[in-house]
């Protein structure tokens, strides 16, 4: 079972190698029943932010599911005005209030905010020494964000969570952060609004010889190359059908779309972002 499949971080916590992303679930109720529905299916890996303002109903869907908080691998990360204003730790607490529980699985530095990254680290990592949070990591971060981390920093990220889908694939930063030891994790692996990965002419002919779905064979493009991935989806039937992923991709079907690659970003480039 896909759900079942883990990978080892750098300090031996499990995670879960699919989880489900709730970026862009605005909606009142929306959120909640996602999750409550993902967990009953199967889903043990829950993605999210304070930023996406859903920190509440994860909670609750966590809670309305029945499954133990202990069986579920839980991630929310620090919001760049957080890191600003200094307040990385009071903002840490209000997450953990909103999502009804005291620890997390993960926690993320959103972006890496110039200036303000490394001593936001330093509250992460001493909550991670006071056993608050199971792992910590980055998100967005560029290999020479992370070279000017690993300077300062006493403990290695985790993760690093960083949009990547078959146009972007980030084969140089993945490597790099293997090479550290550090798990990358792929956000908007469908591309986003819209999905428009799913309609690249290789993923949809690819998707026709397998006899799956597109989403599927992105999916397990990341699964098969280690790269932990977190869909957002609000529908049942693609939050079931993204986690039916028992089939093998053929080493030529990856390269393939590792071919589709043009370094084209749909989200905001961590070099230079507005907000
Ligand atoms: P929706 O929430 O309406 O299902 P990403 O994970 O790259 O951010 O992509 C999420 C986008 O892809 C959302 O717009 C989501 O829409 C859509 N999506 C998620 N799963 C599927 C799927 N299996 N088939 C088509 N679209 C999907």
């Not at 002419?201 to 690819?206: A, D, F, G, K, M």
């Not at 597109?214 to 869909?231: H, Y």
Request: aromatic share 8%.
């Amino acid at each position: 079972m896909i759900f079942s499949q883990t990978k080892k971080l750098n300090n031996g916590v499990e995670i879960p190698m699919l989880g489900l992303g709730v970026f862009l679930m605005p909606e009142q109720g929306v959120t909640l029943e996602a999750v409550r529905y993902a967990l009953r299916v199967g889903y043990r890996h829950l993605d999210t932010a304070s930023i996406y303002e859903n920190e509440g109903e994860v909670g609750e869907g966590i809670k309305q599911s029945g499954v133990l908080r202990e069986e579920i691998f839980l991630t929310t990360k620090l919001w760049n005005d957080d890191m600003r204003k200094g307040r990385a730790e009071a903002a840490f607490e209000e997450s953990l209030k909103r999502l009804g529980t005291d620890y997390v699985d993960l926690y993320l530095l959103h972006w890496p905010v110039a200036g303000k990254f490394i001593e936001s680290w330093k509250v992460l990592e001493s909550l991670y020494k006071q056993k608050r949070i199971r792992a910590i990591g980055v998100s967005n971060f560029h290999k020479h964000h992370m070279e000017a981390l690993l300077k300062e920093a006493e403990i290695v990220p985790a993760v690093n969570q960083i949009e990547r889908h078959p146009l972007l694939s980030q084969k140089e930063l993945i490597e790099y952060c293997t090479h550290q030891g550090i798990a990358v994790e792929a956000y908007s692996p469908l591309g986003s609004t819209g999905a428009p990965i799913l309609s690249e002419e290789t993923v949809v002919e690819l998707a026709r010889k397998y006899d799956r779905t597109p989403a599927q064979i992105v999916l397990k493009w990341n699964i098969e190359q280690g790269v932990i991935v977190i869909p957002k989806s609000t529908h049942k039937e693609r939050i079931l059908s993204n986690g039916q992923l028992d089939f093998m991709l053929r080493g030529e079907d990856i390269k393939m779309l590792d071919a589709l690659n043009e370094n084209k970003r749909i989200m905001a480039d961590p070099e230079n972002f507005n907000f």
